[in-house]
């Protein structure tokens, strides 16, 4: 089991900035991917953007390409989303989530949340107009 914990969400101005992070403990060793998705009230959770830990992979969101940069640091078992030009409709809760099964059938399911077996519990992100 990994563990993880979100920090860094808060309440900013449209056009601001924020930098989520997530720190993963436990069975970091078999760690495959780690993702962001977000919820919003009264909607689904939806993908934000994710990374293939050994490299390779980065993955986002169409409505935060060009605004979200995620990034990891694999020796502090850490997970970053920086977000920039931050607008109203980015208001949500914030999850970071880890794949640690072994991935067997590929990575086209990196943006999917059944692709992934663990996580956090989310920091809301509140931008206002």
């Known amino acids: 089991q990994v563990q993880l914990v979100e920090s860094g969400g808060g309440l900013v101005q449209a056009g601001g900035s924020l930098r989520l992070s997530c720190a993963a403990s436990?069975?970091?060793?078999?760690?495959?991917?780690m993702g962001w998705f977000r919820q919003a009230p009264g909607k689904e959770r939806e993908f934000v953007a994710a990374v293939r830990w050994s490299g390779g992979i980065i993955l986002y969101a169409d409505s935060v390409k060009g605004r979200f940069t995620i990034s990891r640091d694999s020796a502090k078992n850490t997970l970053y989303l920086e977000m920039n030009s931050l607008k109203p409709e980015d208001t949500a809760v914030y999850y970071c989530a880890a794949r640690t099964r072994l991935v067997v059938t590929g990575w086209t399911a990196l943006s999917s949340a059944g692709f992934y077996d663990s996580w956090g519990q989310g920091t809301q992100v509140t931008v206002s107009s």
């Open positions: 436990g069975r970091t060793f078999s760690n495959n991917a």
